[in-house]
């Protein structure tokens, strides 16, 4: 039941991509394309972004796109502005069960 | 719409007991797993305990696992975590959420809080 891994945090600038990585096992990343993303504003309950680690919900903007190789997820954010400063974290199903969910420890990301 | 809405938070002594109830709407609850997430304040998200569409599988996260019962009433289209023997480290923000392994029907509600202290 181990955290997923990620950077405490990241920034850039408006207009610049930046990307946000999230590191698990082959019990969970690795091994399955159920990773999602996590958009949080402070007081505000999380916003999924990306879910089966490419996959946008409609509304989310296509600046977000997501990846994956071997044991590590990806979030890019192209074209930055400022209303994404936010919290971001990952999660992934896990081997353990049917219903497990980890969460990565999260990455705050400042728009300069 | 789809809703869920946490209640049962507040100030609590150490070692008191609080139950959470989460209702839900504008979906089949009978349908779908639901997880309980907890947020201490300043800290990342981390799921306390799943509980399968029809009540009968249940996981928790090791640290809680003596202390925490997810239940739900289907019912009722509720889901419920009765927290025992309270510590100052369980105050945090509970959010219950579905958060399915395929699609984009995500949904969480806006938390409830619990704070320990005495």
């Known amino acids: 039941q181990s955290a997923l891994t990620q950077p405490a945090s990241v920034s850039g600038s408006p207009g610049q991509s930046i990307t946000i990585s999230c590191t698990g096992t082959?019990?969970?990343?690795?091994?399955?394309?159920?990773v999602s993303w996590y958009q949080q504003h402070p007081g505000k309950a999380p916003k999924v972004m990306i879910y089966?680690?490419?996959n946008r919900p409609s509304g989310v903007s296509n600046r977000f796109s997501g990846s994956k190789s071997g044991n590590t997820a990806s979030l890019t954010i192209s074209g930055l502005q400022a209303a994404d400063e936010a919290d971001y974290y990952c999660?992934?199903?896990?081997?353990?069960?049917?219903?497990?969910?980890?969460f990565g420890g999260g990455t705050k990301l400042t728009v300069l | 719409q789809v809703q869920l809405v946490e209640s049962g938070g507040g100030v609590v002594q150490p070692g008191r007991s609080l139950r959470l109830s989460c209702a839900a709407s504008?979906?089949?609850?009978?349908?779908?797993?639901m997880h309980w997430v907890r947020q201490a304040p300043g800290k990342g998200l981390e799921r306390v305990a799943v509980?399968?569409?029809?009540?009968?599988?249940?996981y928790y996260v090791d640290s809680v696992k003596d202390r925490f019962t997810i239940s739900r009433d289907n019912s009722k289209n509720t889901l419920y975590l009765q927290i025992d023997s309270l510590r100052p480290e369980d105050t945090a923000l509970f959010f219950c959420?579905?958060?399915?392994?395929?699609?984009?029907?995500?949904?969480w509600g806006q938390g409830t809080l619990v704070t320990v202290s005495s």
């Open positions: 509980v399968s569409y029809d009540g009968r599988q249940k």
């Open positions: 089966e680690v490419s």
């Open positions: 999660s992934s199903y896990t081997s353990h069960n049917d219903l497990d969910v980890v």
């Open positions: 082959s019990s969970d990343v690795g091994g399955y394309n159920y």
């Open positions: 504008g979906f089949r609850f009978s349908g779908y797993a």
């Open positions: 959420a579905r958060i399915p392994k395929n699609g984009d029907q995500h949904y």
